[in-house]
């Protein structure tokens, strides 16, 4: 008698075991947490590295965000190389020979827009007037827009 109780908890026990391991889900040998998230990363398109308009479009947004942090610490002379950067990628949208060249020629007045309000910022910026941050805002949100009308 004394067997039975422990064939039956060994049988639980055991079954158990099985229909954890089946309900298991994804790749055979893929068992890690994340592991089909970290697959679908890969396949996004990251803008900011294309060379493209779109991409330099999204390298001077991500430039005049970091010269916003910085104008709003008082770091100034950071701003202001952030700042020529994202006008260097702004510069770059309309004359580098690109496929998507024609799509960035359809938004060329807000592109020559966005290169005067991140003119503005620098000479804000330079002469370290208290209108600094909210200049660099301004190019944050015209660029925000282009972002938007360009598709990304």
Request: net charge positive.
């Amino acid at each position: 008698m004394r067997t039975r109780p422990n064939l039956i908890v060994l049988f639980v026990a055991a079954i158990t075991i099985c229909v954890s391991s089946c309900a298991r889900s994804g790749e055979p040998g893929n068992n890690r947490p994340g592991a089909q998230n970290s697959n679908e990363a890969s396949s996004a398109r990251v803008l900011y590295v294309e060379e493209s308009a779109r991409g330099d479009v999204e390298r001077a947004a991500l430039a005049v965000q970091t010269a916003l942090e910085n104008a709003r610490q008082n770091r100034l002379q950071q701003a202001i190389e952030y700042l020529q950067a994202a006008a260097q990628h702004i510069a770059k949208t309309t004359t580098a020979n690109r496929p998507d060249q024609n799509n960035a020629m359809r938004f060329q007045p807000l592109i020559e827009e966005i290169k005067g309000f991140i003119g503005a910022a620098l000479n804000s910026a330079r002469n370290g007037s208290s209108e600094t941050t909210a200049q660099i805002e301004q190019a944050r949100t015209a660029l925000s827009g282009l972002k938007a009308k360009m598709g990304g």
